[in-house]
């Protein structure tokens, strides 16, 4: 099976989505660019997490064909491959339903900096503009809203995108953001919010350009059972028709 690594992370993280709560059913999207090419792995559409196998996941081309796999893609393929035409940074892309996150992108407001960790996305999490899911008017208005200074953005009505150079770390960005909704959300409802200032956000956003790399990583901490262990993995005899 060609790129299997990158399929069974794909199944792994949307197994995670679950157990971390930023997402139910089989709502949201993983995929993960092929290093030095225009292709993408890319989560199917309509298939339980528990249920996924790594062979479900499809490879596409920067055109939206499907060259590997017999799955369709998720329905928001077209989103995911706009933000990796903008974005040669971004190596890996985290969709999530995430409930204090789709709470903010409901009410169609932005997080602004009420907490540090917003320094994951980068100075606020902007909104994009709403459109139906998994049309070409979303793919672009999120790419758009994301440019080169977001690594997360709110889809109005919808959720949260999140990007990073590998999916751990989108994952990470999807994960520290529902948490300061949370917050943000918590301090709206008791107070006002004590926002942080421009030239702080700019400190914490210099001091996170070098986060993560002097300390082990969450799987060198604890290490995660690899998905070829997980019930519904392939075995090294499954093949497929590449195309």
Same mark, same amino acid.
């Given at each position: 099976?060609?790129?299997?690594?990158?399929?069974?992370?794909?199944?792994?993280?949307?197994?995670?989505?679950?157990?971390?709560?930023?997402?139910?059913?089989?709502?949201?999207?993983?995929?993960?660019?092929?290093?030095?090419?225009?292709?993408?792995?890319?989560?199917?559409?309509?298939?339980?997490?528990?249920?996924?196998?790594?062979?479900?996941?499809?490879?596409?081309?920067?055109?939206?064909?499907?060259?590997?796999?017999?799955?369709?893609? +998720?329905? @928001?393929?077209?989103?995911? &491959? !706009?933000?990796?035409?903008? %974005?040669?940074?971004?190596?890996?892309?985290?969709? =999530? *339903?995430?409930?204090?996150?789709?709470?903010?992108?409901?009410?169609?407001?932005?997080?602004?900096?009420?907490?540090?960790?917003?320094?994951?996305?980068?100075?606020?999490?902007?909104?994009?503009?709403?459109?139906?899911?998994? +049309?070409? @008017?979303?793919?672009?208005? &999120? !790419?758009?809203?994301?440019? %080169?200074?977001?690594?997360?953005?709110?889809?109005? =009505? *919808?959720?949260?995108?999140?990007?990073?150079?590998?999916?751990?770390?989108?994952?990470?960005?999807?994960?520290?953001?529902?948490?300061?909704?949370?917050?943000?959300?918590?301090?709206?409802?008791?107070?006002?919010?004590?926002?942080?200032?421009?030239?702080?956000?700019?400190?914490?956003?210099?001091?996170? %350009?070098?986060?993560?790399?002097?300390?082990?990583?969450?799987?060198?901490?604890?290490?995660?059972?690899?998905?070829?262990?997980?019930?519904?993995?392939?075995?090294?005899?499954?093949?497929?028709?590449?195309?």
């Amino acid at each position: 099976m060609k790129h299997e690594n990158e399929r069974n992370e794909v199944v792994d993280y949307l197994r995670r989505m679950l157990v971390a709560r930023l997402t139910t059913g089989s709502g949201g999207n993983i995929s993960i660019r092929i290093s030095g090419t225009d292709h993408f792995c890319m989560s199917p559409t309509g298939i339980g997490y528990d249920a996924m196998r790594p062979k479900d996941v499809v490879v596409m081309d920067g055109e939206g064909r499907v060259v590997a796999g017999k799955r369709a893609p +998720s329905s @928001e393929w077209r989103m995911h &491959a !706009a933000v990796y035409a903008a %974005r040669s940074d971004v190596g890996a892309i985290v969709h =999530t *339903h995430s409930a204090f996150a789709a709470t903010f992108a409901c009410l169609r407001e932005e997080i602004p900096p009420v907490h540090y960790l917003i320094g994951f996305a980068g100075r606020n999490v902007p909104v994009a503009p709403y459109a139906t899911y998994g +049309s070409e @008017e979303l793919a672009l208005a &999120a !790419a758009e809203t994301l440019g %080169r200074d977001h690594n997360a953005v709110l889809l109005a =009505t *919808h959720g949260l995108l999140a990007v990073g150079h590998d999916v751990g770390m989108a994952f990470t960005v999807a994960e520290e953001i529902e948490f300061v909704a949370q917050i943000y959300w918590q301090t709206r409802a008791i107070g006002t919010p004590v926002l942080l200032s421009d030239e702080e956000m700019q400190r914490i956003i210099e001091k996170f %350009r070098t986060y993560g790399q002097q300390i082990p990583t969450r799987e060198e901490i604890s290490p995660a059972a690899p998905t070829s262990m997980i019930a519904g993995s392939d075995s090294p005899g499954d093949e497929e028709s590449e195309r």
